[in-house]
């Protein structure tokens, strides 16, 4: 986390191993299952 004046800035990354489904706007269901990867979540105010 990071302030200076009106700059504001938050970051959380989260990594891991996943298993679910993603389901994109075609509607069509994609099973994962122990992939790889990570989130992000980032907060700015430039």
Do not use: C, M
């Amino acid at each position: 986390k990071a302030k200076a004046g009106v700059l504001f800035s938050e970051v959380h990354q989260l990594f891991g191993h996943y298993t679910g489904a993603v389901v994109p706007d075609t509607g069509e269901q994609i099973a994962v299952n122990e992939a790889f990867g990570w989130i992000e979540e980032h907060k700015a105010r430039w």
